[in-house]
């Protein structure tokens, strides 16, 4: 049996009660004791009603929800007999707690909806509910019931993102892109003389009848050819070994990142899920590797289906421990693009981008860190930013040189307004092989 204590209106109750009660009587006043009858009798009432069964709080948060403006989960309370009221108490990490009073039927499930935020993506502990049922007349309650926090899997966010940089070569004999060789498409290539297998309604009347006639009679007829449709290949590259926040003094692992911080890994996450939701939605192929993972990559492919396997993949991935060097960089298709999204506070990712980039791919870097906050740093700390910050920098610029195209994600503002900008840039120019 749940404990139902009484609370400060019942114990005030009885004492007001008893007290004016005692005082009519013994100061010979039946008027003034009468006026202690109510609270006393209310009192008491409240106490033989209150409740004997506990209250029942059942959360259902999803499995899994998509990083939004709000994150809703359903809450169920059942009132036992007596129970008037349930005070709910909601939180979430990064958040301030949120209270209200709900009004319960006795036998009845009521649902509340429950409603946070998270900047973070990824695996979260989320939706806790403190209940605290109330008996009638609320002077009586049971005891806190405390539901979750409950695991759930934070999608990230898919915002849509317009013109996109191509590979220099397409692949496949259908797709969104107009391909350099000929066949059929949209876009003109040239007009040429007719020669054998060339279709019939291919034929330039006007050309022909401009060019091809000679002393009067058509010799030469000219067929007007199109360029060919082909799809491009996309490799997504991220780099889970680092997950920085904007604060210097947590990237050696002293002390944990705010959960109210944005980290590098859910700038990377958002980048490449918009990445995918974009080249998939026209045409494309799109395919995934994780430099601080041994496991099966996710292999280029299309579809809804496929996006959705991607989106997931990323928000699963994060740092586990300290893995090891790559000896040689993860094999890509032929002629694919390649997007790496790291931090480049080591070697190791830049390394793989001229690696890929020496083999002949386009290769666009996508910087991640997120906008450092420098104001309360000691002079030691900041000397230490300064350093790291110089080697980043030089990482960087041997990129440019060696051919990588450099998008810096979160600048100019929150992304992915910044690397959205820089994207529609390089989509205006498709580079070939290094030389």
């Known amino acids: 049996m749940t404990r139902w204590t009484p ?25 003034v004791a009468a006026l202690g009858v109510a609270p006393l009798l209310t009192a008491v009432w409240g106490w033989t009603r209150r409740p004997r069964d506990p209250l029942e709080v059942q ?72 209940a605290v049922g109330l008996g009638s007349g609320h002077v009586t309650a049971g005891e806190v019931l405390t539901v979750g926090p409950s695991s759930v899997l934070v999608l990230p966010g898919q915002p849509p993102l317009d013109r996109l940089p191509l590979p220099p070569r397409l692949q496949g004999l259908v797709g969104p892109h107009a391909a350099r060789r000929i066949g059929d498409g949209e876009e003109l290539h040239d007009v040429n003389l007719f020669t054998a297998g060339d279709r019939l309604r291919r034929i330039d009347w006007r ?13 030469d007829l000219y067929v007007r050819r199109t360029q060919s449709t082909a799809e491009a290949t996309v490799v997504l590259v991220i780099d889970s070994r680092d997950d920085v926040g904007p604060d210097v003094a947590t990237w050696a692992g002293g002390r944990a990142v705010l959960t109210s ?6 700038i990377a996450r958002e980048a490449a899920a918009s990445l995918a939701r974009a ?37 699963l991935s994060a ?21 790496v999204l790291s931090t480049f506070l080591d070697d190791e990712a830049a390394t793989m981008a001229l ?43 041997t990129l440019r040189r060696g051919g990588v195209e450099v998008v810096r994600w979160a600048a100019d503002g929150p992304p992915p307004s910044g690397g959205r900008a820089q994207l529609a840039t390089l989509a205006r120019r498709r580079h070939g092989a290094p030389r």
């Open 261 to 266: 911080d944005v980290t590098s890994l859910d």
């Open 355 to 397: 690696t890929w980039r020496h083999a002949g791919h386009r290769v666009v870097a996508v910087d991640v860190l997120p906008p450092v906050r420098g104001a309360q740093m000691s002079v030691r700390l900041l000397m230490a930013y300064r350093m790291v910050s110089l080697q980043r920098e030089d990482r960087l610029t």
């Open 207 to 219: 050309t022909s009848a401009r060019r091809g006639v000679q002393d009067g009679r058509l010799q």
């Open 7 to 31: 609370l400060t209106h019942l114990t005030a109750g009885l004492l007001l009660g008893a007290g004016v009660l005692v005082t009519g009587a013994l100061g010979g006043r039946p008027d």
């Open 279 to 315: 080249y998939l939605g026209q045409g494309d192929r799109v395919g995934l590797e994780d430099l601080g993972l041994r496991r099966r990559p996710v292999r280029p492919g299309g579809g809804r289906r496929h996006l959705e396997r991607v989106v997931r993949r990323l928000a």
């Open 59 to 130: 959360v259902r948060a999803p499995r899994q929800l998509t990083a939004s403006a709000e994150l809703r989960a359903p809450a169920l309370l059942r009132a036992p007999e007596g129970a008037v009221a349930a005070r709910l108490r909601s939180s979430s990490p990064g958040t301030e707690p949120d209270e209200c009073l709900v009004r319960l039927l006795p036998g009845e499930v009521r649902e509340v909806a429950l409603a946070t935020t998270s900047v973070r993506t990824g695996e979260n502990q989320l939706f806790r509910l403190d």
């Open 319 to 339: 740092p586990e421990g300290t893995p090891r060097p790559r000896v040689r960089a993860p094999q890509v298709p032929s002629g694919a693009l390649v997007v």
